[in-house]
C-alpha cells in the first residue's frame, strides 16, 4: 500500500517528515475521535450496538446505555413493531439486553423483514418510502421458502393430495 510521494522543495525540503502520501486513507477511521462521538450520539441502539462491537476504538466510544435502550423500544412502540413483552427486559448491560427476543428483532431488522411489513411503513433502515432490499427479496420467497422449509412436510402434503386426486379421477 505505497502511494506516490509528494516531495516539498525549498528550506528543509531533506527532513523526511515533510514527505506527504497524495493517497491517504479514507473511510470511517480516518475521521477524527469527535466526528467519531458525533455519528455515534445520531445512532439508534442497534447501529450503535454493531459500530461499537467493531473495534475496540469504538468499544471504548460509543454510548449504548438504558436511555438509548429506551429510546430505540419507544420508537418501534411508536411504529407499531414489535417490542420484547416479557416483564423481564434487563437494561443494564447488552449483553442481557440482547437475550431472547431483542436478538431476534435486531436481526430482523439486519435482513430488512420488517420493512413495509404495514402499508405506509417504508424502508425502516434506509428511510425511504420503498425498500429496495425488501423488493428484491419478495421475487425469491418461494424459491427461499421452498429450501428452508423441511422437505419432509412437502412430502406430506404431496402424499395427502395423491388419494384425494385419485378418488376424484375415479368419480368421473
Given at each position: 500500500m505505497s502511494g506516490s510521494l509528494v516531495l516539498v522543495t525549498g528550506p528543509g525540503a531533506d527532513h523526511p517528515s515533510l514527505a506527504v502520501d497524495s493517497q491517504a486513507k479514507t473511510g470511517l477511521m480516518s475521521l477524527p475521535p469527535e466526528l467519531?462521538?458525533?455519528?455515534?450520539?445520531?445512532?439508534?441502539?442497534?447501529?450503535?450496538?454493531?459500530?461499537?462491537?467493531?473495534?475496540?476504538?469504538?468499544y471504548s466510544l460509543v454510548f449504548t446505555g438504558i436511555p438509548l435502550k429506551v429510546a430505540w423500544l419507544v420508537e418501534r412502540r411508536s411504529l407499531q413493531l414489535q417490542c420484547p413483552n416479557d416483564r423481564r427486559c434487563d437494561l443494564r448491560s447488552d449483553m442481557k439486553f440482547c437475550k431472547g427476543t431483542v436478538s431476534l428483532m435486531i436481526r430482523r431488522r439486519r435482513q430488512h423483514l420488517e420493512c413495509e411489513s404495514r402499508p405506509g411503513l417504508g424502508c425502516l433502515i434506509h428511510g425511504t418510502a420503498a425498500c429496495p432490499i425488501r423488493r428484491k427479496t419478495r421475487a425469491y420467497r418461494w424459491s427461499n421458502w421452498l429450501q428452508k422449509q423441511p422437505k419432509v412436510e412437502l412430502?406430506?402434503?404431496?402424499?395427502?393430495?395423491?388419494?384425494?386426486?385419485?378418488?376424484?379421477?375415479?368419480?368421473?
Amino acid at each position: 500500500m505505497s502511494g506516490s510521494l509528494v516531495l516539498v522543495t525549498g528550506p528543509g525540503a531533506d527532513h523526511p517528515s515533510l514527505a506527504v502520501d497524495s493517497q491517504a486513507k479514507t473511510g470511517l477511521m480516518s475521521l477524527p475521535p469527535e466526528l467519531h462521538v458525533a455519528i455515534s450520539q445520531h445512532l439508534i441502539y442497534p447501529d450503535a450496538l454493531a459500530l461499537k462491537l467493531t473495534n475496540r476504538h469504538f468499544y471504548s466510544l460509543v454510548f449504548t446505555g438504558i436511555p438509548l435502550k429506551v429510546a430505540w423500544l419507544v420508537e418501534r412502540r411508536s411504529l407499531q413493531l414489535q417490542c420484547p413483552n416479557d416483564r423481564r427486559c434487563d437494561l443494564r448491560s447488552d449483553m442481557k439486553f440482547c437475550k431472547g427476543t431483542v436478538s431476534l428483532m435486531i436481526r430482523r431488522r439486519r435482513q430488512h423483514l420488517e420493512c413495509e411489513s404495514r402499508p405506509g411503513l417504508g424502508c425502516l433502515i434506509h428511510g425511504t418510502a420503498a425498500c429496495p432490499i425488501r423488493r428484491k427479496t419478495r421475487a425469491y420467497r418461494w424459491s427461499n421458502w421452498l429450501q428452508k422449509q423441511p422437505k419432509v412436510e412437502l412430502w406430506w402434503v404431496v402424499l395427502s393430495l395423491i388419494p384425494l386426486l385419485l378418488c376424484w379421477c375415479a368419480m368421473l
